[in-house]
């Protein structure tokens, strides 16, 4: 009897600490100006870098339009939206609430995961990104020509690859809040950095093909380039160079892939937690 | 009113009549934008404090202390009334006050917690326009004064709060300010580094004729040790100001002694009421020993008192005047402003 | 007082104040510089991931056939380095000392703010001056990018407009985000990828057509980068505007955002005053 009672406090804890750090998260991110501003702010930066690749596409085409090659890099882009606001999102929490609201100790020792706390703030940011992805592909559809036929999208594919997709998502994220708990200030720029590096491996924007070995090999082992990948291909129904024929191979591969970078990524995690508490760096607030 | 105040006699800090109102901004949504509300911190505030005072002024919290130390400081401007700073206008001379002033603040984590002290010093050193050797002399030995001395090489991060709260003294002090501004300094500190900085503080002041000193703090005792004069704040208006002295004597309506008595017959009790200037007495059993507590209309009724004791046959082993503390003084003020305000309030209603 | 004794004191107060003003501005500067050599791990996030993601930029033009291209990205992925600065390090760096109390200590030294926001913007350009030339030298190693370079003088003499007027810019903001609150980080966030496409980090601005290119020119990157280019790519042509009208138009905005600034920290540090915001946190 205690046993269970004990069982559903802690189901009961877990959901709880969950829903708090959403609610936190819409209110600190999320509830701060009014909703126009709040639309721009989700939809300026993945429409932005999406009409980035168009116009670096235009200078080389000299004006031309190849409504493939334009398909594959808002594809690519629109997917990245993800990646972006949501990976970010682990490092950006533990840095504000270390730096700016000096709260991250107290969460810290409140009787939870702390890494539940950090799903729980990065939740509402898969939706920001999914109205970012879906407008980003909506003008490219509009504008672009690019070639999505609502009736010919594989939605099933699509909702697989996007489900495991967050999972590696977190995977990463958990391990660069870690990084954050045992860096300085600076490390704002961290989660842009790094997602400047995932960009160049997953093949978000050029076919893995384009890259020198060692770094397409890098690419073969993340998660993010099948998610991308499987996404293409739901959506736009070809694939890309250097990715295997085969859709459930791909999914196959994005599932091993994920479960692999997520295990590793909280074991990274744990690993900088400890040297954090070890330096004493849970509560330091830097700048200069 | 401004050039009358721009002399050598002007008072280190004068406020007239000062209020301010803080008008909370308003949130937007699709349809517009939604009403702000108000705040009164200040509340027609007018106080004088004369070169070479260490004053201070109390009250809670949200009291207005701090809006009117701000006020003062240049970093927000009265929404009415006047406050000058060694016979300045804030709104007007705001860099010549500014090279006057220095402040500290409880409970601070300003600087770069990269910085080493010493670095940190010489960087608000610069913004005084101090000359970087005399800026290291100077450091040296303010740290030394606060027991900071083998720190100065230590990076800010690294340091306690009793430490940082050291070294912000210290920053205060390094561009020699005439006037200081301790806005509840000792907030959070342990006993030791709380001693240091009251102990410097009263040193720094002795150091050098007319330094001052505005000192805003929770702690009663710290006020009653350290402070000339005080001033209780209570919903944005001073309340009581004086020395603590007289406004301890002011809280006394009665004079009140307490003596211990070797033996104890009840009719003593009956002999003092009916003494000459006996307002009431009442004895009180404790570890085998007697004490009489006694409320007389003035003090010189105290030997009349004693004589009827005598009298009676009992014999005093000790007697002592019971002073009321400023701790009392304040609750009785701010306790009383409350009940008045929430009596008026009644009425309104 | 005779008129030459007036002259003379008018001549010292004026020597004092520019004495406290440099005295400032290198206290200021102090800390960014150090900061750069004690926690190097600014290395990681700031040098090393930013050269990956102009490699990734520099991929897709070698994907499109078009490596020649790829001294555009590598050029804008450096001098994105300052924008990254301007934005973060002093467009929101007043926002930021208010909240840990370092501003109202600023405001209340007798040196004026200015100093201390050209310290801020001298000790950031000098740190990220070395870490654009790193991801400068970096990106030209990895794709051979090379440069005719038209004339050294020109080139750096559109570089110095450029930090002059992109510095001033973000004096400018930094004054203007102490009116908010902490939609101030959204704020850069929202800004920071719209700017990158409407300057032409990666792509020559033209593409962008006369009237957007235009409107982007009043971030003084824009123009910037494009002379720049002009000055080290003549080969691949896509200028937008003539070297010597961006010089022209690059020393107006330098003008324009330093007195800009100037003018609006005077403002705004009077309005915040009145409205209580130099030392309130919001939370």
Redesign the interface.
């Given at each position: 009897m205690a046993i269970t009672e004990q069982k559903n406090r802690n189901s009961y804890g877990l959901l709880n600490s969950l829903r708090a750090a959403v609610w936190l998260e819409w209110q600190t991110r999320g509830n701060w100006?009014?909703?126009?501003l709040f639309t721009l702010y989700i939809l300026g930066k993945p429409i932005s870098a999406a009409l980035v690749l168009v116009f670096m596409y235009q200078i080389v085409s000299g004006g031309r339009s190849n409504p493939t090659i334009l398909g594959y890099l808002i594809v690519g882009s629109a997917t990245w939206a993800f990646v972006d606001t949501v990976m970010g999102e682990f490092p950006r929490t533990v840095l504000s609430d270390r730096e700016e609201y000096a709260m991250l100790k107290y969460v810290y020792i409140a009787p939870h995961r702390f890494i539940t706390f950090l799903i729980g703030r990065a939740t509402p940011r898969i939706l920001m990104a999914a109205v970012a992805f879906t407008v980003t592909l909506s003008i490219g559809v509009v504008f672009l020509k690019i070639p999505i036929h609502i009736v010919s999208v594989n939605y099933l594919l699509l909702l697989v690859t996007m489900l495991i997709g967050f999972v590696s998502l977190i995977g990463f994220g958990v391990a660069f809040a870690g990084l954050a708990l045992v860096l300085?200030r600076g490390a704002w720029d961290m989660s842009t950095a790094i997602s400047g590096a995932l960009y160049l491996v997953t093949g978000a924007i050029f076919p893995i093909t384009i890259l020198p070995g060692f770094l397409r090999d890098i690419s073969l082992v993340i998660p993010l380039t099948y998610w991308i990948e499987l996404t293409r291909r739901s959506v736009l129904g070809y694939s890309s160079p250097g990715m295997p024929s085969s859709w459930a191979v791909t999914l196959l591969i994005q599932i091993i892939t994920t479960i692999l970078v997520t295990t590793i990524a909280v074991i990274a995690y744990y690993i900088c937690e400890h040297f954090a508490k070890e330096r004493g760096q849970l509560d330091?607030?830097?700048?200069? | 009113m401004t050039a009358a105040h721009m002399h050598a006699d002007s008072p280190a800090i004068q406020t007239i009549d000062v209020r301010?109102v803080?008008?909370s901004r308003s949130g937007?949504?699709?349809g517009g934008q939604k009403a702000g509300k108000s705040v009164t911190a200040l509340d027609g505030v007018s106080l004088t404090i004369q070169k070479g005072e260490l004053f201070g002024l109390l009250g809670r919290n949200g009291a207005g202390k701090t809006t009117l130390i701000?006020i003062l400081?240049?970093?927000?401007?009265p929404t009415s009334g006047e406050a000058y700073v060694d016979g300045l206008d804030v709104n007007k001379y705001v860099?010549p006050i500014?090279?006057k002033?220095?402040?500290v603040?409880g409970g601070?984590?300003?600087?770069?917690?990269?910085?080493t002290v010493r670095?940190q010093l010489?960087?608000?050193?610069?913004?005084?326009?101090?000359?970087s050797q005399a800026a290291h002399k100077k450091i040296d030995q303010l740290l030394e004064a606060v027991g900071l001395g083998d720190q100065a090489n230590q990076k800010v991060?690294a340091l306690s709060t009793g430490m940082r709260q050291r070294m912000n003294l210290c920053?205060a002090l390094v561009?020699d300010p005439e006037i200081l501004f301790l806005d509840e300094p000792t907030v959070g500190l342990d006993v030791e580094a709380s001693r240091i900085v009251r102990n410097y503080v009263r040193s720094w002041m002795q150091e050098q004729r007319g330094r001052t000193v505005l000192l805003t703090t929770h702690y009663m005792f710290e006020a009653d040790e350290l402070c000339d004069r005080v001033a209780i704040i209570n919903h944005g208006q001073i309340v009581a100001q004086g020395e603590t002295d007289d406004l301890k004597k002011g809280l006394q309506e009665h004079a009140r002694f307490q003596f211990e008595l070797a033996e104890w017959a009840p009719a003593f009790e009956e002999e003092l009421k009916q003494s000459r200037g006996v307002v009431s007495a009442q004895s009180m059993h404790q570890k085998g020993k007697v004490s009489v507590q006694i409320a007389l209309e003035n003090e010189e009724y105290i030997t009349s008192a004693m004589q009827t004791i005598s009298s009676a046959g009992g014999h005093v082993l000790t007697l002592r005047r019971i002073e009321p503390t400023l701790e009392e003084v304040f609750m009785r003020l701010v306790g009383t402003a409350d009940d008045e305000k929430s009596a008026g309030e009644d009425e309104e209603k | 007082m005779e008129p030459a004794q007036q002259q003379n004191l008018k001549t010292s107060q004026w020597r004092?104040s520019l004495?406290?003003g440099w005295?400032?501005l290198?206290?200021?500067a102090?800390?960014r510089i150090?900061?750069a050599a004690?926690?190097p791990d600014w290395v990681f996030y700031e040098v090393a991931l930013p050269v990956l993601q102009v490699i990734a930029f520099g991929f897709v033009y070698k994907s499109l056939g078009r490596p020649q291209y790829t001294g555009f990205v590598v050029l804008g992925g450096a001098m994105l380095a300052f924008w990254t600065n301007v934005l973060w390090s002093m467009a929101g760096q007043l926002h930021w000392e208010r909240q840990?109390?370092?501003l109202?200590?600023?405001?209340?030294?007798?040196?004026s703010m200015l100093w201390?926001l050209a310290g801020m913007a001298f000790g950031g350009m000098v740190a990220t001056l070395f870490r654009s030339i790193v991801i400068l030298l970096i990106g030209s190693l990895i794709f051979g990018v090379t440069y005719q370079i038209v004339s050294a003088p020109l080139l750096i003499l559109i570089f110095i407009l450029t930090m002059v007027a992109l510095y001033g810019l973000g004096s400018m903001l930094s004054s203007l985000y102490l009116m908010y609150n902490r939609e101030v980080w959204a704020i850069q966030e929202v800004m920071q990828d719209p700017i990158s496409l409407i300057t032409g980090f990666y792509f020559p601005v033209r593409a962008l057509g006369g009237i957007i290119g235009g409107l982007a020119s009043v971030i003084p990157l824009t123009l910037g980068l494009d002379g720049m280019r002009q000055m080290l790519f003549p080969q691949l042509g896509q200028s937008f505007l003539p070297p010597g009208i961006e010089i022209a138009i690059l020393g107006v905005l330098a003008l324009l955002f330093l007195v800009g600034a100037s003018w609006s920290l005077t403002y705004i540090e009077?309005l915040a005053?009145?409205?209580?915001r130099?030392?309130l946190k919001w939370q």
């Amino acid at each position: 009897m205690a046993i269970t009672e004990q069982k559903n406090r802690n189901s009961y804890g877990l959901l709880n600490s969950l829903r708090a750090a959403v609610w936190l998260e819409w209110q600190t991110r999320g509830n701060w100006t009014n909703p126009w501003l709040f639309t721009l702010y989700i939809l300026g930066k993945p429409i932005s870098a999406a009409l980035v690749l168009v116009f670096m596409y235009q200078i080389v085409s000299g004006g031309r339009s190849n409504p493939t090659i334009l398909g594959y890099l808002i594809v690519g882009s629109a997917t990245w939206a993800f990646v972006d606001t949501v990976m970010g999102e682990f490092p950006r929490t533990v840095l504000s609430d270390r730096e700016e609201y000096a709260m991250l100790k107290y969460v810290y020792i409140a009787p939870h995961r702390f890494i539940t706390f950090l799903i729980g703030r990065a939740t509402p940011r898969i939706l920001m990104a999914a109205v970012a992805f879906t407008v980003t592909l909506s003008i490219g559809v509009v504008f672009l020509k690019i070639p999505i036929h609502i009736v010919s999208v594989n939605y099933l594919l699509l909702l697989v690859t996007m489900l495991i997709g967050f999972v590696s998502l977190i995977g990463f994220g958990v391990a660069f809040a870690g990084l954050a708990l045992v860096l300085k200030r600076g490390a704002w720029d961290m989660s842009t950095a790094i997602s400047g590096a995932l960009y160049l491996v997953t093949g978000a924007i050029f076919p893995i093909t384009i890259l020198p070995g060692f770094l397409r090999d890098i690419s073969l082992v993340i998660p993010l380039t099948y998610w991308i990948e499987l996404t293409r291909r739901s959506v736009l129904g070809y694939s890309s160079p250097g990715m295997p024929s085969s859709w459930a191979v791909t999914l196959l591969i994005q599932i091993i892939t994920t479960i692999l970078v997520t295990t590793i990524a909280v074991i990274a995690y744990y690993i900088c937690e400890h040297f954090a508490k070890e330096r004493g760096q849970l509560d330091r607030a830097t700048g200069n | 009113m401004t050039a009358a105040h721009m002399h050598a006699d002007s008072p280190a800090i004068q406020t007239i009549d000062v209020r301010r109102v803080y008008k909370s901004r308003s949130g937007f949504t699709f349809g517009g934008q939604k009403a702000g509300k108000s705040v009164t911190a200040l509340d027609g505030v007018s106080l004088t404090i004369q070169k070479g005072e260490l004053f201070g002024l109390l009250g809670r919290n949200g009291a207005g202390k701090t809006t009117l130390i701000k006020i003062l400081t240049t970093l927000l401007a009265p929404t009415s009334g006047e406050a000058y700073v060694d016979g300045l206008d804030v709104n007007k001379y705001v860099i010549p006050i500014r090279k006057k002033i220095a402040m500290v603040s409880g409970g601070e984590q300003s600087g770069y917690g990269i910085l080493t002290v010493r670095e940190q010093l010489w960087m608000f050193a610069q913004f005084y326009g101090v000359p970087s050797q005399a800026a290291h002399k100077k450091i040296d030995q303010l740290l030394e004064a606060v027991g900071l001395g083998d720190q100065a090489n230590q990076k800010v991060y690294a340091l306690s709060t009793g430490m940082r709260q050291r070294m912000n003294l210290c920053r205060a002090l390094v561009s020699d300010p005439e006037i200081l501004f301790l806005d509840e300094p000792t907030v959070g500190l342990d006993v030791e580094a709380s001693r240091i900085v009251r102990n410097y503080v009263r040193s720094w002041m002795q150091e050098q004729r007319g330094r001052t000193v505005l000192l805003t703090t929770h702690y009663m005792f710290e006020a009653d040790e350290l402070c000339d004069r005080v001033a209780i704040i209570n919903h944005g208006q001073i309340v009581a100001q004086g020395e603590t002295d007289d406004l301890k004597k002011g809280l006394q309506e009665h004079a009140r002694f307490q003596f211990e008595l070797a033996e104890w017959a009840p009719a003593f009790e009956e002999e003092l009421k009916q003494s000459r200037g006996v307002v009431s007495a009442q004895s009180m059993h404790q570890k085998g020993k007697v004490s009489v507590q006694i409320a007389l209309e003035n003090e010189e009724y105290i030997t009349s008192a004693m004589q009827t004791i005598s009298s009676a046959g009992g014999h005093v082993l000790t007697l002592r005047r019971i002073e009321p503390t400023l701790e009392e003084v304040f609750m009785r003020l701010v306790g009383t402003a409350d009940d008045e305000k929430s009596a008026g309030e009644d009425e309104e209603k | 007082m005779e008129p030459a004794q007036q002259q003379n004191l008018k001549t010292s107060q004026w020597r004092e104040s520019l004495r406290l003003g440099w005295r400032t501005l290198i206290g200021r500067a102090y800390p960014r510089i150090v900061s750069a050599a004690r926690e190097p791990d600014w290395v990681f996030y700031e040098v090393a991931l930013p050269v990956l993601q102009v490699i990734a930029f520099g991929f897709v033009y070698k994907s499109l056939g078009r490596p020649q291209y790829t001294g555009f990205v590598v050029l804008g992925g450096a001098m994105l380095a300052f924008w990254t600065n301007v934005l973060w390090s002093m467009a929101g760096q007043l926002h930021w000392e208010r909240q840990t109390g370092n501003l109202e200590l600023y405001l209340m030294a007798p040196s004026s703010m200015l100093w201390i926001l050209a310290g801020m913007a001298f000790g950031g350009m000098v740190a990220t001056l070395f870490r654009s030339i790193v991801i400068l030298l970096i990106g030209s190693l990895i794709f051979g990018v090379t440069y005719q370079i038209v004339s050294a003088p020109l080139l750096i003499l559109i570089f110095i407009l450029t930090m002059v007027a992109l510095y001033g810019l973000g004096s400018m903001l930094s004054s203007l985000y102490l009116m908010y609150n902490r939609e101030v980080w959204a704020i850069q966030e929202v800004m920071q990828d719209p700017i990158s496409l409407i300057t032409g980090f990666y792509f020559p601005v033209r593409a962008l057509g006369g009237i957007i290119g235009g409107l982007a020119s009043v971030i003084p990157l824009t123009l910037g980068l494009d002379g720049m280019r002009q000055m080290l790519f003549p080969q691949l042509g896509q200028s937008f505007l003539p070297p010597g009208i961006e010089i022209a138009i690059l020393g107006v905005l330098a003008l324009l955002f330093l007195v800009g600034a100037s003018w609006s920290l005077t403002y705004i540090e009077k309005l915040a005053k009145i409205e209580g915001r130099l030392s309130l946190k919001w939370q």
